[in-house]
């Protein structure tokens, strides 16, 4: 399938992937975590933006929480109920 481009975009491509890949190959570049990125990121399991937004993101899921908790003492009461029958 052809896939028309402009001629001026297609050598800024052309300048710009070798200077990416020299980037990357000399470990010189920058996570861009997001849901999408990291999702297909094959260096996840080692990335610190993503350890650091996933410890932001249980900091916020307990704060949330703990708020919840709080601000409905009556359903927090019988939920606990439930689980200890």
């Given amino acids: 399938m052809e896939v028309p481009a402009e001629a001026d ?19 010189n570049f920058y996570p861009s975590p997001s849901p999408m990125n990291c999702a297909i990121c094959p260096y996840r399991s080692r990335c610190p933006a993503l350890s650091e937004s996933r410890a932001s993101a249980a900091l916020l899921n307990r704060a949330l929480a703990t708020s919840w908790w709080e601000s409905r003492p009556e359903e927090a009461a019988a939920i606990k109920e ?3 029958e």
Avoid at 9 to 27: C, D, H, M, T, Y
């Fill in 9 to 27: 975009r297609l050598a800024a491509v052309k300048e710009n992937v070798p200077q990416i890949w020299a980037a990357i190959a000399s470990g």
């Fill in 82 to 84: 439930e689980k200890n």
